[in-house]
């Protein structure tokens, strides 16, 4: 069987944009792969972080991915920092990474232009991501398009270490979702749907209450066109309008297409509004219904020590690869 990875950090509140593009996808990938679902806490403090605040989010985020219906009998959901070897392997991915291929990356560019004190972390925090990933032998990576490069580099890394020391590590592969990869912002469609977005208009979180997803909705912005028509380039408003809808009720796009034909934007956005809360009713119950409770504890326990075992095996071939410690006679 193959295995799948997928790791998020637990910065604030998922966005219905996280939901439709990876989240969704995964409760379906679980059935058919080895699956390791992980809250990558050590990539968050990249940035300062509230200590209290990082703890809540964490577990916050466990509990949606449990949520949006990961199942611990068919997955493995673990926290990044339960499972040492994260790090260990990751200082030896950052061993073998070129400073040059590092600058590169355009998310170190984008975070790090015009700032003074940037945190070394922001440039050597890729190597890391590639040891979450090569750590399980993965196959697959499911990705949007915004992470594309970060899994070119943990590919060049497992190929490089492979060549130098031999073969220890399976060469993943990029996943993107053909629909809903990267949902956009409410208010602007040329920026992705994220949730460290400042204004909180231009999403919608997995935990936004009934009349608070109507009222983003009904403001978010279309054209001045008033036809409701598939169009990226010409009507990317829309166009991510008719994507969520899409996405939420499994209709095809021509056929919201030929439904909202002559209806205009307000009962189309007063249908997508009922669309959307229907579609996380459920996983707002089980939210609130695992976010105190041990059961999160007891399946995120588990998870760490499913996660662990796998790793410290991966981990140990590299180590005896490269020359790291004692071989015992």
Same mark, same amino acid.
């Given at each position: 069987?193959?295995? !799948?990875f997928?790791?998020?950090?637990?910065?604030?509140i998922?966005?219905?944009?996280?939901? +439709?593009?990876?989240?969704?996808?995964?409760?379906?990938?679980?059935?058919?792969? *080895?699956?390791?679902?992980?809250?990558?806490?050590?990539?968050?403090?990249?940035v300062?972080?509230?200590?209290?605040?990082?703890?809540?989010?964490?577990?916050?985020?466990?509990?949606? @991915? +449990?949520?949006?219906?990961?199942?611990?009998?068919?997955?493995?959901?673990?926290?990044?920092?339960?499972?040492?070897?994260?790090?260990?392997?990751?200082w030896?991915?950052?061993?073998?990474?070129?400073?040059?291929?590092?600058?590169?990356?355009?998310?170190?560019?984008?975070?790090?232009?015009?700032? *003074?004190?940037?945190?070394?972390?922001?440039?050597?925090?890729?190597?890391?991501?590639? /040891?979450?990933?090569?750590?399980?032998?993965?196959?697959?990576?499911?990705?949007?398009?915004?992470? &594309?490069?970060?899994?070119?580099?943990?590919?060049?890394? /497992?190929?490089?270490?492979?060549? =130098?020391?031999?073969? !220890?590590?399976?060469?993943?592969?990029?996943? #993107?979702? =053909?629909?809903?990869?990267? #949902?956009?912002?409410?208010?602007?469609?040329?920026?992705?749907?994220?949730?460290?977005?400042?204004?909180? $208009?231009?999403?919608?979180?997995?935990? *936004?209450?009934?009349?608070?997803?109507?009222? $983003?909705?009904?403001?978010?912005?279309?054209?001045?066109d008033?036809?409701?028509?598939?169009?990226?380039?010409?009507?990317p408003?829309?166009?991510?309008?008719?994507?969520?809808?899409?996405?939420?009720?499994?209709?095809?796009?021509?056929?919201?297409?030929?439904? @909202?034909?002559?209806?205009?934007?307000?009962?189309? &956005?007063?249908?997508?509004?009922?669309?959307?809360?229907?579609?996380?009713?459920? !996983?707002?119950?089980?939210? @609130?219904?695992?976010?105190?409770?041990?059961?999160?504890?007891?399946?995120? *326990?588990?998870?760490a020590? $499913?996660?662990?075992?796998k790793?410290? &095996?991966?981990l140990?071939?590299?180590?005896?690869?490269?020359?790291?410690?004692? $071989? &015992?006679?």
């Amino acid at each position: 069987m193959q295995t !799948v990875f997928s790791g998020i950090q637990p910065s604030g509140i998922l966005t219905l944009g996280n939901y +439709l593009g990876a989240l969704k996808h995964f409760s379906s990938m679980q059935h058919d792969y *080895d699956s390791y679902f992980c809250i990558v806490d050590q990539h968050a403090i990249t940035v300062p972080q509230e200590r209290l605040k990082l703890r809540q989010q964490i577990r916050s985020l466990a509990a949606l @991915y +449990l949520a949006s219906g990961i199942d611990p009998t068919k997955a493995t959901l673990f926290i990044q920092s339960e499972v040492p070897a994260h790090a260990q392997l990751g200082w030896m991915m950052q061993c073998l990474s070129y400073i040059g291929e590092l600058e590169r990356m355009t998310q170190f560019k984008d975070k790090s232009a015009g700032k *003074d004190g940037v945190s070394s972390a922001l440039l050597t925090y890729p190597p890391l991501m590639a /040891a979450d990933i090569l750590l399980y032998q993965t196959t697959i990576v499911p990705v949007g398009e915004d992470q &594309k490069q970060h899994l070119e580099l943990a590919r060049n890394l /497992a190929e490089r270490f492979n060549n =130098k020391y031999g073969e !220890v590590f399976t060469i993943p592969e990029v996943q #993107i979702p =053909k629909v809903g990869a990267r #949902i956009m912002s409410l208010n602007d469609p040329t920026k992705k749907m994220s949730k460290s977005n400042p204004q909180p $208009k231009s999403y919608i979180s997995l935990l *936004d209450e009934p009349k608070t997803i109507e009222k $983003k909705l009904k403001s978010a912005v279309t054209d001045s066109d008033g036809t409701i028509r598939f169009d990226p380039e010409n009507k990317p408003a829309v166009s991510n309008l008719l994507s969520i809808f899409s996405l939420c009720t499994d209709e095809s796009i021509p056929s919201l297409e030929e439904r @909202y034909r002559d209806s205009g934007y307000g009962p189309f &956005k007063s249908d997508l509004a009922e669309a959307v809360i229907h579609t996380l009713e459920p !996983v707002q119950k089980r939210y @609130y219904d695992l976010i105190n409770s041990s059961e999160l504890d007891d399946i995120l *326990d588990a998870g760490a020590e $499913k996660a662990a075992k796998k790793a410290n &095996k991966t981990l140990k071939k590299a180590e005896n690869a490269i020359g790291l410690g004692r $071989k &015992k006679r």
